[in-house]
């Protein structure tokens, strides 16, 4: 259960990062000559709010920016917009482009409207100002899916790099397995041939030998192919199997998988 729960923690690095940022919007709140009547606590909880959807980010991207952007909206109409408050909302949406599903971003995306609007509300900015703010976070939100689609295109193209060398790994062991069983045979059996009238016991065991020699040959040769036949079943499975009978052959490299969120 302690490990379960280890796992779902943020990284450290998100986390120090959440508590740098708590401590300098603490510290430009605590400096700054205080507009509102707002009691100092609400200021500190509402910067802890947003703090921890930085903190988040990775591991929840889209609970992380519902979160920020909550908090964001409560500062703003509370106790009045932060100076650093947007900052921690634009790693928010650049982090939910670059780490949430797809699905997830696009449902996220919608959430930079309202927290943008409210922010610059109190300050009576005209339309087109807000108008171009929400355009640059749309904007950053955009530059984190770039980077997640280039990621996972080059996920992609590792893994059937991966594919590649694994089906080279098998032909070249498929070659070695063919190549030796078939020599052995035909030594086996040229030498039968040659006491097959003088020693016919000889000759007996020289043709168990080469029928055993052909078994493990059909057995190796059928045991390749089935790995084969497992990555055209399923792209990448093949490169995860143990070598066959080649031991001196060059194992395939692992096959990448790009990181998921559970957000």
């Given at each position: 259960?302690?490990?379960?729960?280890?796992?779902?923690?943020?990284?450290?690095?998100?986390?120090?990062?959440?508590?740098?940022?708590?401590?300098?919007?603490?510290?430009?709140?605590?400096?700054?000559?205080?507009?509102?009547?707002?009691?100092?606590?609400?200021?500190?909880?509402?910067?802890?709010?947003?703090?921890?959807?930085?903190?988040?980010?990775r591991s929840a991207p889209l609970?992380?920016?519902?979160?920020?952007?909550?908090?964001?909206?409560?500062?703003?109409?509370?106790?009045?917009?932060?100076?650093?408050?947007?900052?921690?909302?634009?790693?928010?949406?650049?982090?939910?482009?670059?780490?949430?599903?797809?699905?997830?971003?696009?449902?996220?995306?919608?959430?930079?409207?309202?927290?943008?609007?409210?922010?610059?509300?109190?300050?009576?900015?005209?339309?087109?100002?807000?108008?171009?703010?929400?355009?640059?976070?749309?904007l950053v939100w955009g530059a984190?899916?770039?980077?997640?689609?280039?990621?996972?295109?080059?996920?992609?193209?590792?893994?059937?790099?991966?594919?590649?060398?694994?089906?080279?790994?098998?032909?070249?062991?498929?070659?070695?397995?063919?190549?030796?069983?078939?020599?052995?045979?035909?030594?086996?059996?040229?030498?039968?041939?040659?006491?097959l009238d003088t020693d016919p016991?000889?000759?007996?065991?020289?043709?168990?030998?080469?029928?055993?020699?052909?078994?493990?040959?059909?057995?190796?040769?059928?045991?390749?192919?089935?790995?084969?036949?497992?990555?055209?079943?399923?792209?990448?499975?093949?490169?995860?199997?143990?070598?066959?009978?080649?031991?001196?052959?060059?194992?395939?490299?692992?096959?990448?998988?790009?990181?998921?969120?559970?957000?």
């Amino acid at each position: 259960m302690a490990k379960g729960w280890a796992r779902r923690l943020p990284p450290p690095g998100d986390m120090a990062a959440a508590a740098v940022l708590l401590v300098a919007m603490t510290a430009v709140r605590v400096g700054a000559e205080r507009e509102t009547d707002a009691p100092l606590a609400a200021v500190l909880a509402l910067s802890a709010v947003i703090a921890a959807g930085v903190a988040l980010r990775r591991s929840a991207p889209l609970t992380a920016y519902a979160l920020g952007s909550a908090g964001l909206v409560a500062e703003a109409l509370s106790v009045g917009p932060g100076p650093l408050t947007p900052v921690a909302n634009l790693i928010g949406v650049y982090s939910l482009g670059l780490y949430a599903t797809p699905f997830r971003a696009l449902l996220g995306a919608p959430l930079v409207l309202p927290g943008v609007l409210a922010h610059f509300a109190p300050k009576d900015d005209s339309s087109v100002t807000q108008v171009a703010v929400v355009c640059v976070w749309l904007l950053v939100w955009g530059a984190g899916r770039a980077t997640a689609r280039r990621r996972e295109e080059m996920a992609e193209l590792l893994r059937r790099e991966a594919v590649v060398a694994e089906r080279v790994r098998i032909a070249r062991e498929v070659h070695d397995v063919l190549g030796h069983s078939v020599n052995a045979m035909l030594v086996q059996a040229g030498a039968g041939r040659l006491v097959l009238d003088t020693d016919p016991a000889r000759t007996r065991e020289l043709l168990m030998s080469v029928e055993r020699t052909g078994r493990d040959a059909l057995t190796e040769l059928d045991h390749l192919l089935g790995l084969l036949r497992a990555e055209d079943a399923e792209p990448g499975a093949g490169t995860a199997a143990e070598p066959g009978a080649g031991a001196d052959a060059p194992a395939g490299p692992p096959n990448p998988a790009p990181p998921t969120s559970p957000d």
